[in-house]
């Protein structure tokens, strides 16, 4: 027992040795990279220097080659680090689809062809934003390509069934963002205008654009008007953004000309989808054994169903979840998201089409009655910011989809033509009953004249609901008939998109400051600025002379710090740093 304690302890004390021998030898490495490291960082930091962006800082007067050559500089930043995060993402996306999915994650499946549809709608978006026009522009045509540019259409890959489910979560996307965005104080200070504005230049249209198709494309009565309501709604993505840098602007402000359109634009969308979602059980109606009464009312029934829904469950939404909660945001973006996917949904799946739409658009609207009282306005609301970063996936994928359905093989060019003419009468109805719905407004009459012009543009409702006809039709096992009617619908819808969401979008932008004045303070704070600017030149020297002299004060100062320059070189700089 004595010797293997004894032999313990040796053991022991052997490997305390050896434990301080590795100790004092990594001290001594330690020691001898010190007396090297200097060196050796410094000349890296000398070879990499020009590459770092750190030690390269952009002039404030950089040129276009300066500016492009400051961002490939290291580390990544700026456009290039998001676009490489953006690549990354991309990849291991498709890595992952591929990993689970296999061959439906490669060329000519699904969700490859989805994937692809995504980012080139995304960079389709971001160019036309960059040519000062609406990004869904881009995005449709880029979906338009996908489909009928031959090598590269892989859009035509994309299942049916698919395309028509993320059309219509797309669809719920944009009706809560609507029903939240709906002010119930704007529209009752507002309100005989905007019902004015809503109502009169959407039935209008509608009734005209009936009329038109039943003449020209023998539609059916139901269908014309199913179409008119599709053609008749306005388009928010293109006009709250052109009136929002308007009113930042100033112009029309104190009349509430941007707060009138954009409150009247929410109503009218409002409008075109209850029309359309009741026009559409209508249709669909009569192909089943209900008898002609039961046919009449189903439309309005399904309506009445589906805003009875909405409110229910927006009254549930008061108080579930709780307002203490910790996980208030999550709980309620949850549930209001499911509530709009169960009621598009399961109004499919319950074969009363007509409800799920309106009540998707009511149970956002109660559920934000009360959560505006608990300071969740629209401007601050932290659920419409998660709806918009939403859209922001949806919205390429809604547009792309519907570029991607309309296959130029099989389009008639009749379909076009008279598809254009049934547009522009529509629009000279709507143009005309625009201007006179504003009347006895308190508008002068350029600003009664700048009503029609924001009026115009169309390009979201037509999007979410243009291929729903179609949807429908081939879902419930329509005959050719029905289908071909879906087609020209959704062909028509696809026209307008093309036609008016540009157009609009540059009649307000130019119309706008020509039409519209200035506010009291955007003035005032005009007037300021230019007095600032005399005050700043009140020496007496004109503006030529002021350039001259800072000119002649740059140099000088540049030539002083050459001066200085000349006697500190990189030798002086080493032989201080030894020094220190």
């Keep these: 027992m004595i010797v293997q304690m004894e032999v313990m302890e040796i053991v022991q004390e052997s490997e305390r040795n050896t434990q301080g021998d590795d100790e004092a030898s990594d001290e001594r490495d330690s020691q001898q990279s010190k007396s090297k490291c200097p060196k050796l960082e ?7 220097r020009p590459c770092l962006a750190k030690h390269n800082p952009l002039p404030q007067s950089a040129s276009c080659c300066e500016r492009f050559k400051h961002s490939l500089l290291c580390p990544p930043h700026g456009r290039l680090a998001r676009l490489l995060s953006l690549l990354l993402a991309v990849l291991l996306t498709w890595l992952v689809l591929w990993s689970v999915l296999h061959q439906e994650a490669l060329p000519g499946g699904n969700f490859f062809s989805l994937l692809v549809l995504l980012i080139c709608c ?3 978006g971001y160019v036309t934003k960059l040519l000062h026009l609406p990004p869904l522009l881009g995005m449709l045509l880029v979906g338009f390509g996908l489909r009928n540019i031959p090598y590269i259409d892989t859009a035509k890959h994309i299942t049916p069934a698919w395309a028509s489910a993320l059309r219509t979560i797309a669809l719920v996307v944009i009706l809560i963002r609507a029903g939240l ?10 309100s005989c205008v905007v019902i004015r504005l809503a109502f009169l230049p959407c039935l209008f249209e509608c009734v005209t654009v009936a009329i038109v198709t039943n003449q020209l494309f023998d539609f059916p009565w139901v269908w014309g008007f199913m179409l008119g309501f599709v053609l008749a709604a306005v388009s928010p993505a293109v006009v709250v953004p052109s009136l929002l840098s308007l009113q930042e602007r ?8 941007p707060t009138l359109v954009i ?9 075109a989808i209850s029309g359309f979602g009741i026009l559409l059980g209508i249709a669909f109606s009569q192909n089943s054994n209900d008898d002609l009464a039961f046919t009449i009312f189903r439309g309005p029934l399904e309506a009445l169903a589906g805003i009875v829904f909405g409110i229910l469950y927006g009254l549930v939404l008061w108080y579930i979840p709780d307002s203490k909660s910790k996980n208030i945001l999550l709980a309620r973006t949850f549930l209001l998201s499911t509530g709009g996917l169960f009621s598009i949904f399961g109004s499919q799946a319950a074969e009363i089409p007509g409800a799920g739409a309106l009540g998707c ?5 109660v559920a934000g009655l009360r959560w505006r009282k608990q300071g969740w306005d629209n401007d601050q ?11 922001w996936i949806f919205q390429p994928l809604l547009f792309g989809l519907i570029g991607a359905e309309v296959d130029v093989s099989a389009l008639e060019s009749s379909t076009i033509g008279l598809g254009v003419a049934t547009l522009f009468i529509g629009l000279v109805v709507r143009v005309i009953v625009s201007f006179l719905a504003v009347f006895g407004t308190g508008l002068n009459l350029k600003e009664r004249l700048f009503i029609p012009f924001a009026w115009l543009p169309k390009a979201t409702v037509q999007a979410a609901i243009g291929p729903i006809a179609l949807d429908t039709a081939r ?14 619908v959704l062909t028509i819808a696809v026209l307008v998109i093309i036609i008016t969401a540009p157009l609009g979008a540059m009649a307000i932008s130019l119309t706008g400051p020509r039409l519209l004045q200035k506010s009291q303070k955007a003035r005032e704070m005009e007037g300021r600025n230019k007095q600032h600017h005399m005050e700043r030149n009140s020496n007496g020297k004109t503006e030529p002379e002021l350039h001259e002299m800072i000119s002649k004060k740059d140099s000088e100062r540049i030539s002083s710090s050459s001066f200085y320059s000349d006697f500190i070189t990189q030798d002086s700089i080493e032989q201080m740093s030894a020094n220190v």
């Design 475 to 488: 879902k419930y096992g329509g005959d050719s008939v029905e289908i071909d009617l879906g087609i020209k």
């Design 181 to 190: 965005g709906l002010d119930p104080k704007a529209l009752k200070k507002l």
């Design 361 to 365: 658009l009511t149970l956002a609207f």
């Design 381 to 391: 609301s932290p659920i419409a910011d998660v709806m918009s970063k939403i859209w």
């Design 263 to 271: 409150a009247a634009a929410s109503v009218d969308d409002v409008l």
């Design 122 to 124: 995304l960079i389709g």
């Design 42 to 48: 410094r000349q890296c930091r000398l070879f990499w």
């Design 250 to 257: 100033g112009l029309g402000t104190d009349q509430g000309i």
